[in-house]
Structures are given as structure tokens and as C-alpha cells.
């Protein structure tokens, strides 16, 4: 566990190198915990009880918050149970259940489709912003402040404000805007074929600024003199574009892919909000999928089928996250 | 910077990146500036000329009535207070756990340390969509505690509280913070409790910074755990009262309000910029 | 949970000990400091306007005053397919709160809601309802679970100024389908707006496309509710008439994306021409959706007359209890349902307080709905309060004559919202994609809500 990223801590830890060449190697007067344990009462004079009275907070919070009702999903997947009668043990029956449910392909498939068009629009178009905004040396702050705007607007917000811009009459927002170039209109969400693209429009002009930033801060610690060498070497601009900025960005790029697709595999806000699913289960993602087998349904939920597909989707999730995990310490610790 | 100055100098360079750059801030200002403005304009238009004539300029006028109607009808001062409330004790709640728990792990070290540290991390590897029913379910009935948190506060602050990644991000910090520092305090009769208040605390103010950052940003924008949490509509925040009231209320005072929802986290993002950015910048490089 | 089960029992104990011998609970604890019973009752939807707050509040004051010892918490509260299940589990509905008839059935036999025969039986008019209505709140044992408090049939709403700019007579809205596809492409032909729209979303899609079946004479299930039969030739029939006003007529607008909510309010907004809603909807559109009152028109569906079956889908609401009432909290909520739904249906002077007090702060007095005793008191009733009337009833009078020479047919029995839910991909299928195909699309949906049906 080196350090963080680079930027915020690197003041902090020029301090600390300089105060103490080694503060990682074991500690001669070692932490009171690690003395060999005696009574009760040696114990608590060597500090055993401090420790355990600051650790409590996170204890009860992730006990009761966060462990207790991970291992409740688990046994919960295996159960059916409506919450009157006490609950009983079925197997894998909700697994079956589930993959049994033909909604089920249509979720996963509009999860990939969305997942896949957040790629297509949301990748690209930053990283080109960024390293455009790079270069700039006057008001790069007015810059970052204008396209980070866009995150700073609440999400239910952004989305009651477009569905209003998607009117698919030929008075609405974006139809008389393409009305101005001969376009349109279109019917934006109230198309099969639209409504999805639809809604990862808006949820790139809200997250798309987040990453900019990103990217900018990476671009803005390149070594200088990396573009300096390469210019001595006589390198066109496009050379130092794609031979000293994109190498120094790769591990960045990477955790942004995969940062991206953690959150989009678990995509709500829009399609609750703009379609309910609709038109015709076309925007149906796996979350909401979940929503309906627990919340949907009048009359109780199917808590074990909602679980069960929470837990399937976790196993795909934990997957990606190892990546994750195994990227950012490589380039972390780089 | 690709471009060094000696490029710079060079006028194709110069105006090539002048143009672009005027490109860059025109589309920026469209993009992300344009629907803020578009929004403001409506806010205090007619709905009728909303309808019909969208991009046009208020043909029969302003209606500045709009937002004192929208605060008055749709509560917004009660929402927005709501609002703050649930950031506040969410923000609260999380910098407790972390600054305890990374203290206590990372300065402390008691022996049971790394696997607590692995459970905790661990949980980084769950998405919060796994937690959705059986946390909701726990919510209903809190082990040990005769009182369903439903409808209550503590229902969306503590969950926050959870927040393994707050834990990572304060233990590496304290994890480099000088070791001779607490053995001097040590040393001068200081107990756990003084070092953490009075020197560890103290020294961890930019961490803290960008957690507090985190954790408002994310209160602010939550939607589905309040959704089901506060099924009260006298205990909702804006992010769950708009979508409700947007099924009832005229257009033209629904976006009203939806301005007014919208300027206070904007004037806040202005007045604390740079530690948003610099949050931004770290967050999406380290969050799950 | 602990405590409020405790004070309930409290309450209960003092409740037997001062008011009758009903001392049916096992604790009596009881601290004989005041005999207050809380109970928590629905108040309005969310985002009404104040005025219709305020004059539920000076209700809750009158029964307050009429039942010293009951205390009243409104809540607002709006019954959704969507939120309906978190709230149930959760605990957090209102001590009395209303529901579907869909819903009554499954509720009661799940027992979710609380038995109200006991204090059921007191009530005077007890044996007077409507035998098909009162049966809708009944358990398997005969036991009156839920109190019916409203019936509506499903009307065409029509807008008034659209047919009028259209160039259409508002006084004599279309009677066959024909004539209603045919108004619909003039109103979008002429004002641009949707001559004709339907709602999709949130089991709404199935609930509208079921009232049209059953226009046109046929059924969703068997009568025994163990075969599925959406794919029948009337639901075919529906749908095309659909995709036609929508593909070839262009007349649906742009919009098909509506639920209950969102097609009120573009109604109220002058952006439909025509639609189908319950006979009830006018109370809403007026509290949520600042209707004017001249826009709106309502009239009789219009039936397939070659076709016996053809009737009007007719539903209704039940008011219930919750079954962590104490037995105090059931006598007080039944004198609440007494008081507030009930009183003002079966009793003069209650039918004209209460018409007094909504017509006072200027809310709908009037709106047309079915008898939930018979058609004699519901007449009577309407005799009673024909002073404070203060909707447009002339504007609905074709509804009013048509609806009582229609067949009502309730909605289908199992799985009903289920049921619903399935067709709502179907119906948004029809009207987003021209060369959806409507056979297969129902087969598939039939076969989708057989296999519900199978698991009982």
C-alpha cells in the first residue's frame, strides 16, 4: 500500500520522506496491540480497549450495514420469502428462476447494448477534450469549471430537464433545434430504436466532465520533458500525441474502461426515470430488472429471485473489479 | 504540454491553437453551460411558449412568479432542507467511521488489523446493488433494535456510513503520515485519544477534504436508497420529491423548481471549485 | 415495533374496559391515563393543490370533534403498482389505506389486511350493498375484509376546446369506434395535438388494453382465472385499431410513454384530444392538474353492440386496515370509513356536510362514478347534493345516460396486475414500432402469463 495517486498527496509525502527515511520498517517500540496479551487488565492498559472503542464505529456500521446484509443476500438467493410467512429453503430454485425468465436475456442484452454506446460516445469524446484542454495556458480553470458543470446538476434533475428536451413533437426542445438544420424530428424515447442512445446521450453529458477531469489531471503530470526530448528528436505533433501522451495515459485509460463499465453494468436513474423500461422492455437493464422482481409488483416482491440475480450480477461485477483492483496497484505503485 | 513554447511561437501553432481552442470553448459553453441557461430562460416562461416555441425568447414575456410559485407549492425550502440534512449526517456519519476506523488500523494496529482491513475492503468487490433488498430488509428490521429505521434519517446516514472506500483512501494517508511525530507525543504522555485529536486530525485536513467532498457529492445525487428508504414525502430530498411532483405540477413551475435545484449545488460547486476538481480528479481514479 | 404494539395493547385494554366488552386482546395494560386511540388514515395524493388540503383537514376536524377520543395522522398517499409492495413490506402504509379491488383478493388471502367483519356488521347499511361491489372486499370464509368506498367505470375523456378548434360538436362525442378513430385524426389534423392517446406504463398499458377487449366483447382469462386468453380475437382487434390511429392516422401524437399521472397532466395541458379513464379521474384532474373546467368532456364508451360480451371494464377502491390494528384501532378506522367514505354516500345530512365542505373550498362536487349500493340510493344521493354540484355535469352527460345501460364487467381475477404488466410491452410495442406483430406479440405475452397463472 504505497500511496494514493499522484497530485494531492505528493506534497505530503515529500514531507513525510523527508522527516523519516524508513517508516515502514517494523517499529522497535512497536504499537501496544502487539505486545503478547497477559489479563484482561494488561490488555486494556496496553490499549487493547482504545483500539477496540475507535474501531467501533466501523464495526456496528459495517456489521449490521454492509456484512450482515451481504451474507443476507446470499442465504436470502436460496429462499423464498414474502416477509408475512417465515421463509423456506429452496436451493437454487430462484437461480433457475431467473435464468428461466425471459426478460432476463433482454436485460442483459440492453445492459451490454447500454454499456457499449456509453463506450462509444463517453470514451472517446473526453479523452480528445482533455487533451485539447491541455494545451491551454490562458483560463484552463474556465475550462474545467464548464465541462465539469454538467456533474455538478443533481442526476434526477439532468433527466426530468431531458425528457423534456426529448419531446418527440416537433415542438420539442431538440427537434426544433434539428428542425433548424433541416432534421428530425425524431422520436427520441418513444422509439425502440432510439430510446436507447436516447439515454446514454444524457448520461454522457452528466458523467462526461468527471472524466475530463481525469484525464486532465494525467495529462497535466507528463514529464515535460518527455515532449521536450521528443521535440529535440524532431517529432511531429501527432508523433508526441501518440507516442509520449497515449503511453502515459494507457494506465489511466484502462481504469476509466473498467471504471465505466462497473458503473454502467449497474444502470437505474435513466431508464427508471425516462422509460420505466419501455417502450417494450427496450431500455430494461439488469438493475431494473431487480427493482421490479423486489419493488415492482404490487403485491409483494419475489425477494429471493431479486436477490438471486443480484448475486449473479455481483459475480460478473467481482470479475471486473479484480481487474480494477490489479490495474490500480500496478499503476500506483508504478 | 505537447506543445513547447518555442512551438508556440511559430504562428501556424499559434493560430492553430487559438482556433481550436475558441472551437473548444464555444462547444464547452453549448454543451455544458447551454441547457443550464435553457433551463433558466424556461424557468420563468409560460408554459404555453415553452410548449410551442421552445428556443424563442419569452414572446409574451417573463414570468418571474413562477419561482416564488414553485418554492411555495412544491415545498422546495422544506425539500431543500431535507436535502442538507440527510448530506450533513451522511457526511458526518462517514467522516466518523473512516477517521476512527483508518486511525485505528493504520496508527493502532491491533493484531486482528489486516483482517478486519481485508473485510472491509472486500466489500469494495459488492456492488451496492447486491445490498438493495436484504439491506432494505435490514432497514425494516435492524438486528438488535426493536424500531424499523424506516421513514427515519439514520436509515440513509448510516448505510453511508459503510463506505469501504473512504477507509482506503484515510488509512493510506495516515499510513504516510511520520511515524517519530506520534512517539514524540508518545513519549510527552499522550494517550490514543489526544494523538487522534490533537495530531492526527489536524494533520489530515486534505484528506478529509476530498472525503467530505465525496460524501456530499454522492448524498446529493442518491436517488434509489432514499426512494425506498423515506417513502414519507415529508422526509424526501429534492433528488426524490421532483420526480414525484413532476407527474402533477405545471411544467412551467416544475421548472422552475428544477432551476432552483439546480443553483445551489452550482453556486456551491463555484464557491469550492478547486477542491471539487482536484476531488474529481482522485476520485475517479481510485473509486469502485 | 415493540412499543407500539405495547401502547396499542395498552389502548386497547383501556378502549374494553371503558367502552364495551369487546376485551378481545389478551394484555390488558391498562394505565387509565386518557383512552386515546391514534390512527393514521390517507389523506390526499401528493402535489394536490392546498385548498384540497386544507378542506380534508377541516374534515379531520369534524370527526375529531364527532370522536374525541380518536386521534387522526393523515398521510399523503397515492396507490402505485410500483411503490405499493415497499410500503406493505415496510410497514409504512397508513393504519387505514385504500386499494384496488384487483389487489382486495390476494391481500385478503395472504392476510395482509385486517378481518373487519365484526365492526362491519354494525354498520347500518351493511347488508345494503351492491352484492358484486361488497364481494370484491370479501374472503374466502365470507368475512368483509375491505369496504368498497368508490366504483368507477371506464369513460372516454375528451377534451372540449380541441373538438371545437378542431371543428368537431363537444356536445356530441363519438359513440362507435369509427367515429372515434375518425374525430381523432381531425383533432391532430387540425390543432396538432394528439387527436387520441393511451396510457402504457406501470401495468397501465394492460390495464387500458383489458377496457378495450372487453368494448369490443372479449376476455383476458377464463372465468375460473386458470386459462390466459390475451390472444384472443377482440385483444387482436384492439391492437390494430391502435397501430392504425397511431401509423396510418398519425393522430396519437408523439407521446406513448403515459401512465395514470402523466397522461392526466398532458391532458389537463390541452396536448389530447381523447382517452380512456375512469369516470372518477375528473376529482383529479382538478386537484393535481388545475384543469379548466370547460375542456372537459366525458362520455360513454362505446360497445361493440354486435357482440353480447361487450361491456365497460368497472373497478373500484376498498378501504382497509392494516392487520397490526389493535381491535380499538379497527372500531376507530371503521367509524373513520363510516365518516369519511361512507356517511356521505348513504346519509343526507352527511352526503351535504360533505359536499358543503369540498364545494367551500372549491373542490369537485359531483363527479360521476357507479353505485357501489344501488342505482335508487345513488340517485337519491345525487338529489342530495345537487346544490353544491360544481362540475361541468352537463359536459358529462353523455357518460351519465350511457353508463347504466352498459354491461360493467370486472376485471380479471388472478394475477390481475401481473396480468397488466405483461401487456404493457405489448401495447408500447404497437405504438413504437410500425411492423410490430401483433399475433406473435400476444401469443407470447399469453404464454408469459400462463406460466403466472400456473404457479397459482
Not at chain 3, 385524426?185 to 372487453?214: F, P
Amino acid at each position: 500500500m504505497a500511496s494514493a495517486p499522484p497530485d494531492v498527496f505528493d506534497r505530503q509525502r515529500t514531507l513525510v520522506r523527508r522527516r523519516s527515511s524508513n517508516n515502514s520498517a517494523p517499529d522497535a517500540s512497536a504499537t501496544p496491540a502487539r505486545r503478547v496479551r497477559r489479563s484482561p487488565l494488561s490488555w486494556v492498559r496496553g490499549g487493547g480497549l482504545s483500539t477496540l472503542i475507535f474501531l467501533a464505529p466501523m464495526l456496528v456500521v459495517f456489521g449490521v450495514f454492509s456484512w450482515y446484509p451481504i451474507v443476507r443476500a446470499v442465504v436470502m438467493s436460496l429462499q423464498e420469502t414474502n416477509l408475512a410467512t417465515a421463509a423456506q429453503w429452496v436451493g437454487l430454485q430462484n437461480f433457475r428462476h431467473v435464468l428461466d425468465d425471459p426478460l432476463l436475456g433482454t436485460a442483459v442484452r440492453n445492459t451490454l447494448y447500454f454499456t457499449f454506446l456509453a463506450l462509444v460516445f463517453g470514451y472517446p469524446i473526453p479523452l480528445v477534450m482533455a487533451v485539447l484542454m491541455s494545451e491551454v495556458r490562458k483560463w484552463r480553470g474556465l475550462y474545467s469549471a464548464l465541462a465539469y458543470l454538467p456533474v455538478v446538476v443533481p442526476p434526477v434533475v439532468a433527466v426530468l430537464l431531458w425528457k423534456f428536451f426529448y419531446d418527440g413533437s416537433p415542438t420539442g426542445v431538440f427537434n426544433t433545434v434539428a428542425g433548424w438544420f433541416g432534421l428530425g424530428p425524431y422520436p427520441w424515447l418513444q422509439s425502440e430504436s432510439t430510446a436507447m442512445p436516447s439515454l446514454v446521450l444524457e448520461a454522457t453529458w452528466a458523467a462526461a466532465g468527471g472524466t475530463v477531469i481525469i484525464y486532465l489531471a494525467a495529462l497535466l503530470s507528463v514529464p515535460p520533458e518527455l515532449y521536450d526530448a521528443a521535440s529535440v528528436d524532431g517529432a511531429s505533433t501527432w508523433r508526441k500525441v501518440w507516442h509520449v501522451t497515449m503511453p502515459q495515459l494507457r494506465g489511466i485509460m484502462l481504469i476509466t474502461l473498467i471504471l465505466q463499465l462497473i458503473g454502467t453494468a449497474q444502470v437505474f436513474l435513466e431508464p427508471y426515470l425516462f422509460t420505466g423500461g419501455g417502450p417494450s422492455n427496450s431500455t430494461l437493464t439488469v438493475l431494473l430488472l431487480i427493482y421490479n422482481y423486489a419493488f415492482g409488483n404490487s403485491l409483494g416482491g419475489d425477494y429471493g429471485a431479486a436477490t438471486a440475480l443480484s448475486v449473479m450480477l455481483a459475480g460478473a461485477l467481482a470479475i471486473l473489479s479484480a481487474v480494477y483492483f490489479r490495474l490500480t496497484r500496478s499503476w500506483s505503485t508504478s | 504540454m505537447i506543445f513547447s513554447s518555442s512551438d508556440r511561437r511559430r504562428r501556424t501553432v499559434r493560430y492553430g491553437l487559438g482556433t481550436t481552442h475558441s472551437i473548444l470553448l464555444a462547444l464547452l459553453i453549448v454543451i455544458g453551460l447551454g441547457p443550464i441557461l435553457w433551463l433558466a430562460k424556461a424557468a420563468i416562461t409560460p408554459t404555453q411558449d415553452t410548449l410551442r416555441q421552445p428556443m424563442a425568447f419569452w414572446p409574451h414575456g417573463m414570468d418571474w412568479g413562477n419561482l416564488t410559485t414553485a418554492w411555495d407549492t412544491m415545498l422546495l425550502g422544506h425539500v431543500i432542507m431535507n436535502t442538507i440534512w440527510l448530506a450533513a449526517g451522511s457526511w458526518v456519519s462517514q467522516i466518523v467511521v473512516a477517521t476512527t476506523a483508518g486511525y485505528a488500523l493504520s496508527v493502532l494496529k491491533p493484531k486482528y488489523g489486516p483482517i478486519l482491513n481485508g473485510l472491509v475492503l472486500g466489500t469494495l468487490l459488492v456492488p451496492t446493488v447486491v445490498l438493495l433488498v436484504p439491506l432494505y430488509l435490514t432497514i425494516l428490521h435492524p438486528p438488535g433494535w426493536g424500531h424499523s429505521l424506516l421513514n427515519s434519517f439514520w436509515a440513509v446516514w448510516l448505510p453511508a456510513g459503510a463506505n469501504a472506500f473512504n477507509i482506503l483512501l484515510i488509512k493510506r494517508f495516515f499510513d504516510n503520515l511520520p511515524r517519530e511525530i506520534f512517539e514524540a507525543a508518545r513519549v510527552d504522555g499522550a494517550g490514543p485519544f489526544r494523538l487522534f485529536w490533537t495530531i492526527v486530525l489536524p494533520m489530515s485536513r486534505p484528506i478529509l477534504g476530498v472525503v467530505s467532498v465525496f460524501a456530499i457529492i454522492a448524498s446529493w445525487k442518491d436517488f434509489l436508497w432514499p426512494l425506498l428508504v423515506l417513502p414519507d414525502p415529508g422526509k424526501q430530498p429534492l433528488s426524490v420529491r421532483l420526480p414525484t411532483l413532476a407527474g402533477s405540477v405545471e411544467l412551467d413551475i416544475l421548472l422552475a423548481g428544477l432551476l432552483i435545484a439546480t443553483l445551489i449545488p452550482i453556486a456551491l460547486f463555484l464557491l469550492v471549485q478547486r477542491l471539487f476538481l482536484r476531488g474529481a480528479s482522485l476520485g475517479g481514479a481510485l473509486k469502485g | 415495533m415493540k412499543t407500539s404494539r405495547v401502547l396499542a395493547a395498552a389502548l386497547t385494554g383501556v378502549l374494553a374496559v371503558g367502552l364495551t366488552a369487546c376485551s378481545s386482546s389478551s394484555k390488558k395494560k391498562s394505565s387509565d391515563k386518557g383512552g386515546d386511540v391514534t390512527l393514521s388514515v390517507v389523506s390526499l395524493k401528493p402535489g394536490s393543490e392546498k385548498a384540497a388540503f386544507d378542506t380534508f383537514n377541516a374534515q379531520i376536524k369534524q370527526f375529531e370533534a364527532q370522536n374525541p377520543h380518536i386521534k387522526l395522522q393523515p398521510k399523503e398517499y397515492e396507490w402505485k403498482a410500483t411503490t405499493f409492495a415497499a410500503q406493505l413490506a415496510g410497514g409504512t402504509l397508513p393504519t387505514v389505506f385504500t386499494i384496488p379491488f384487483t389487489d382486495g383478493k390476494s391481500l385478503i388471502e395472504r392476510q395482509q389486511v385486517a378481518d373487519l367483519n365484526k365492526q362491519f356488521q354494525t354498520l347500518p347499511y351493511a347488508s345494503q350493498f351492491n352484492p358484486t361491489v361488497i364481494g370484491a372486499g370479501k374472503g374466502a370464509n365470507g368475512d368483509v375484509y375491505g369496504l368498497p368506498t368508490a366504483a368507477y367505470g371506464v369513460g372516454l375523456q375528451y377534451n372540449r376546446t380541441l373538438f371545437k378548434q378542431a371543428g368537431l360538436d363537444p356536445d356530441s362525442p363519438p359513440t362507435t369506434w369509427d367515429e372515434i378513430r375518425a374525430d381523432a385524426k381531425q383533432i391532430a389534423d387540425k390543432t396538432g395535438q394528439a387527436g387520441y392517446a393511451e396510457m402504457t406504463q406501470n401495468a397501465t398499458g394492460g390495464w387500458m388494453l383489458t377496457t378495450l377487449t372487453y368494448a369490443l366483447g372479449g376476455r383476458m382469462e377464463s372465468d375460473d382465472g386458470k386459462t390466459a386468453t390475451v390472444n384472443n380475437p377482440q385483444t387482436k382487434a384492439a391492437l390494430q385499431k391502435l397501430h392504425d390511429m397511431r401509423w396510418d392516422d398519425k393522430a396519437m401524437g408523439s407521446n406513448f410513454l403515459y401512465d395514470w399521472g402523466s397522461i392526466n397532466q398532458a391532458f389537463a395541458a390541452g396536448k389530447i384530444g381523447m382517452y380512456m379513464g375512469g369516470s372518477d379521474v375528473y376529482t383529479s384532474l382538478v386537484q393535481q392538474n388545475k384543469i379548466k373546467p370547460d375542456d372537459y368532456g366525458l362520455a360513454a364508451l362505446p360497445l361493440d353492440s354486435s357482440s353480447s360480451g361487450s361491456g365497460i371494464l368497472g373497478g373500484g377502491t376498498l378501504a382497509v386496515v392494516s392487520t397490526k390494528a389493535s381491535e380499538a384501532q379497527k372500531d376507530a378506522a371503521v367509524k373513520w370509513i363510516d365518516f369519511y367514505y361512507m356517511h356521505k354516500l348513504t346519509t343526507q345530512d352527511g352526503a351535504q356536510l360533505d359536499a358543503k365542505t369540498l364545494a367551500a373550498g372549491k373542490q369537485p362536487v359531483g363527479t360521476p362514478a357507479l353505485p357501489i349500493f344501488n342505482k335508487g340510493l345513488l340517485d337519491k344521493y345525487n338529489g342530495w347534493i345537487s346544490s353544491y354540484v360544481n362540475v361541468p355535469l352537463p359536459q358529462m352527460k353523455s357518460f351519465t345516460d350511457g353508463v347504466f345501460s352498459q354491461k360493467l364487467v370486472s376485471e380479471p381475477a388472478a394475477h390481475t396486475q401481473e396480468l397488466y404488466t405483461a401487456l404493457d410491452p405489448v401495447v408500447q410495442a404497437v405504438l413504437t414500432n410500425k411492423g410490430a406483430n401483433i399475433d406473435s406479440l400476444l401469443d407470447k405475452a399469453n404464454g408469459d402469463i400462463q406460466n403466472i397463472l400456473n404457479r397459482g
